[in-house]
């Protein structure tokens, strides 16, 4: 799976899962994100692929614990 593959509601739970248990460089990647721009927002996904990836299957696991 590539970050690139994701909807935009799967980015954006990647990046609330980011800000919330990544510490502090996700943290501000994920803040980055939300104010990128279209194409700004395509560098951030391919720049940090694996980090984006890695806390969307996080986000998916939360869920699935919350239910």
Known sequence: MKAMQLDHDQVLAA????EREGG??????????YVADASNREKLLSAFDELFVRFYKESKRSYANEL
């Open 15 to 18: 990046a609330r899962c980011m």
């Open 24 to 33: 502090s460089f996700a943290g501000h990647i994920a803040r980055a994100f």
